[in-house]
């Protein structure tokens, strides 16, 4: 797998994250339009646990650690256990951002190895480090739809008691 390519779009999903977030106020950043969605600084918050906690762990432990127990991940629990609704959104933004810089240099000096190593999972079965690259590179694309319905949202929300319909279905 040539991975240039999608180490270039990690480095443009983290750059149209941080579009994203932008001028979104601490009151907007906190809003969730129901109790059970996230709201932007929980998704923002939970990127950069899974940068460092998830993905790029992960994958060194396949390509790495064989037959090493991965550390825990509880990506759903960590959103009340870690108080993201409570954090900075700046510092937040700024967090995930360095993570994943500090992802795309690590990655860079993977240099060649084998894409269909696999290790067995916690929760049964093996993925292969290829499985976990394209898993990465998706979950990105993931939260971006995540964040642009908060922003659709969020303007709704915003705009009332005017209505969006005519600019089109969601």
Known sequence: MNTQPFIRQMDNNARRIQLL????????ARWKPTPETWSVLEVVNHLYDEEREDFRL?????????????????????????RYNERDLQE????????????????????????????????????????????????????????VELHWAITNQALQPYSTQYAGDW
Request: no cysteine; charged share 25%.
């Open 21 to 28: 977030v932008e001028g979104i106020t601490d009151e907007q």
């Open 58 to 82: 992960r994958l060194d432990y396949i390509l790495h650690h064989p037959g090493e127990k991965w550390p825990p991940n509880d990506p759903q629990g960590n959103i009340l256990n870690r």
């Open 92 to 147: 937040s933004l700024n967090n995930f951002l360095q993570e994943r810089q500090a992802s795309l240099e690590w990655i860079q000096k993977l240099g060649v190895f084998d894409w269909d190593k696999a290790e067995a999972t916690p929760w049964g079965g093996t993925i292969r480090a290829g499985d976990m690259f394209a898993a990465w590179v998706a979950h990105d694309i993931l939260h971006l739809r995540q964040l």
